[in-house]
């Protein structure tokens, strides 16, 4: 069974300071990894997704992660914190390829990330 | 393009009461996935469908929950009766890919907040 791991439930960091929000995973084979956020009263929102290719994905609003399959983890990461970043990351996973188990994304717990002046 | 909508936002019932979530996936998407987010917890996923059969409801409560695809467009997700555990904000995706592809960046909509008292 495939599970994602945040191990933290929040993460404050001071406007313009780099973030990174942790990511671990576990699925058979290679994994297809995604990030979203998630804002109050919103549904979820897609930042970026690994696939395949190279380690570093950029994505939306200036966000990247790092797929690192040794330690099985996609950290999400910005160089420069804004307060309008502040919300609620998910990060998910679901295995590669047609493995007969269709689209079926398994989420982490989800960490809020707090940007302050 | 429009996004996912859902109806109700917001929904008061009392335990043992019926309830029915509606959602319209984004033209053209195959799949369409309803989710149940506890607060504090990642959004679980409840059942999938690829056009209008069913791929995955294997964390559908059977008993009392079930959906419906008619004509693999539109969607609803009916609970009968409810229990106080089922409050929680009940998500619709969808996606363009086909399942066979393994994978597929999943569109929200804004959820529909679940009270049961």
């Known amino acids: 069974a495939q599970s994602v791991a945040q191990p933290e439930d929040q993460v404050n960091v001071a406007e313009g300071n780099p973030l990174t929000v942790k990511c671990t995973y576990s699925?058979?084979?290679?994994?297809?990894l995604f990030w979203y956020v998630q804002y109050p009263n919103r549904g979820l929102q897609f930042l970026l997704k690994?696939?395949?290719?190279?380690?570093l994905v950029k994505g939306s609003y200036g966000f990247e992660a790092e797929f690192n399959k040794s330690q099985t983890s996609f950290h999400l990461k910005k160089p420069s914190a804004l307060v309008s970043d502040s919300a609620l990351y998910f990060c998910?996973?679901?295995?590669?390829?047609?493995?007969?188990?269709?689209?079926?994304?398994?989420f982490g717990t989800g960490t809020q990330l707090k940007v302050e002046l | 393009e429009a996004g996912v909508a859902q109806s109700p936002r917001y929904k008061i019932i009392e335990k043992r009461q019926s309830v029915a979530f509606w959602c319209n996936p984004i033209?053209?998407?195959?799949?369409l996935y309803w989710y149940q987010q506890i607060l504090g917890q990642g959004p679980k996923l409840l059942i999938q469908?690829?056009?209008?059969?069913?791929?995955?409801d294997s964390q559908l409560p059977k008993d009392r929950f079930s959906a419906e695809r008619l004509k693999g467009v539109d969607s609803t997700l009916k609970i009968q009766p409810a229990k106080l555990e089922d409050s929680a904000v009940y998500l619709c995706?969808?996606?363009?890919?086909?399942?066979?592809?393994?994978?597929?960046?999943?569109?929200f909509g804004p959820g529909t907040r679940l009270t049961v008292l």
């Open positions: 699925v058979s084979g290679n994994p297809y």
């Open positions: 690994y696939i395949t290719g190279d380690n």
């Open positions: 033209s053209g998407h195959a799949t």
């Open positions: 995706a969808s996606s363009l890919e086909l399942i066979r592809t393994g994978y597929g960046e999943q569109f």
């Open positions: 469908f690829q056009n209008n059969g069913v791929v995955d």
């Open positions: 998910a996973v679901t295995p590669g390829g047609f493995t007969g188990g269709g689209n079926k994304l398994t």
